[in-house]
């Protein structure tokens, strides 16, 4: 998945301002950065659904040139937040996931999918009657569901999260990134937009920082995630320390302790 010099306006406003953007299959690609940075905008745009100006490709094929049916045969999107309008059941919005990912309509794919991310016997639960983290997790099976094969005619699919484990206990944050890990060892491409630092240096094979609608930098996370960014990117003095033996960076909010207690 590649985009080159993306830009996309929203109302008068510039959101992004020509980002370049490369993530190989096979590989886990996360976005981080401040709040209103242009994560989500740049998410939007990479797959499909927000117009944007420049040139975005997925699997080689530009996406302006993709119906909306080959889209959603290539790749899944969480979104940051969802709304259900209608009483639906749990398994009413998996099998939405059916429906868009032509998915050779195995009836079975729901429950697998509910399975994977812990939600097994949740099939006729009222979606609206769920926690907010399961109710996250209820979209992130409607995602699987769409795109359960990691390949679609020889090409890798994609999975495009936005946050998928903002609002998970730590156990479900590692069965859901645990999940995207797997997808991405099979071949397919992750895209994944994170907040918390600690977990994108753990999974992450590559990070874009992004700073007011631009890419701040790139890189693996062991060369990205360090004292300059924490201060230039998000105006804090934190120093960012390396585990011993795992060679990963790692973030102690303990030495901010001092905000906190004045
Ligand atoms: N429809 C819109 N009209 C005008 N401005 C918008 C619109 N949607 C988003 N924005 C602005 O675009 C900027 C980027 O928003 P975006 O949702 O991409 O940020 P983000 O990096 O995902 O932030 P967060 O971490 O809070 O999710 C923000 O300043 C936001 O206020
Ligand atoms: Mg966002």
Redesign the pocket.
Known sequence: MKGENIHVK??R?D?LHGVDFDAEPGKVTAII??????????LKALSGELESYGEISLNGHSISELKPWQLAAMRGVLP?SSTVAFPFTVLEIVRLGLANGLAAADDSLPSRALAHVDLAGFEHRSYQNLSGGEQQRVQLARVLTQVWDVTYHDQPRWLLL??PVASLDIAHQFTVLGVARNFAKQGGGVVV?M?DLNLTALFADYVYV?SE?SVWGSGTPTAILNDQTMLQVYGIDLPISTLPNAQVPFILPQAMRQTLTA
């Open positions: 929203l109302g406003k959101i950065g401040p709040n209103g940075s242009g994560k989500s905008t740049l940051q936005d946050e937009v907040h992004m609608g």
